[in-house]
């Protein structure tokens, strides 16, 4: 079973910075899209940035030119650098990987079955 494993995360004053660390266990395959994912007060989880294994990146509008998503294929790790932070940027953020596979609990799937992993979460508070 895949595990994410977070680290980073904390507590920053407005305009500060964190890191984020995300690293794939318990497998030997390259995860597919890894990202991040971010749960702020009195809102549905909504996503922060992701990843390609081919290193191609997606960010949402709220961080663009602020948030930095990088990935280490061969430690199967991402990281987020994250910078300008703001009080609104405050929550839970949690990292998502998914991976395509063709067997999974001893059946075959032909068209391939994506699972999803989720890490635990981490804590970022932004203090005004």
């Known amino acids: 079973q895949v595990q994410l494993v977070e680290s980073g995360g904390g507590y920053v004053q407005t305009g500060g910075s964190l890191r984020l660390s995300c690293a794939a266990s318990?497998?030997?395959?390259?995860?597919?899209?890894m990202g991040w994912y971010r749960q702020t007060p009195g809102k549905e989880r909504e996503l922060v940035a992701t990843?390609?294994?081919?290193?191609?990146?997606n960010y949402a509008d709220f961080v663009r030119d602020r948030f930095t998503i990088s990935r280490d294929n061969d430690k199967n790790a991402i990281d987020l650098q994250m910078t300008n932070l703001k009080p609104d940027d405050s929550g839970i953020y949690y990292c998502?990987?998914?991976?395509?596979?063709?067997?999974?609990?001893?059946?075959?799937?032909?068209?391939?079955?994506?699972?999803?992993?989720w890490g635990q979460g981490t804590q970022v508070t932004v203090s005004s």
């Open positions: 318990q497998t030997e395959r390259t995860m597919d899209i």
């Open positions: 990843i390609s294994s081919s290193g191609s990146a």
């Open positions: 998502h990987s998914d991976l395509l596979v063709s067997y999974h609990g001893g059946r075959y799937y032909p068209e391939g079955l994506k699972l999803d992993y």
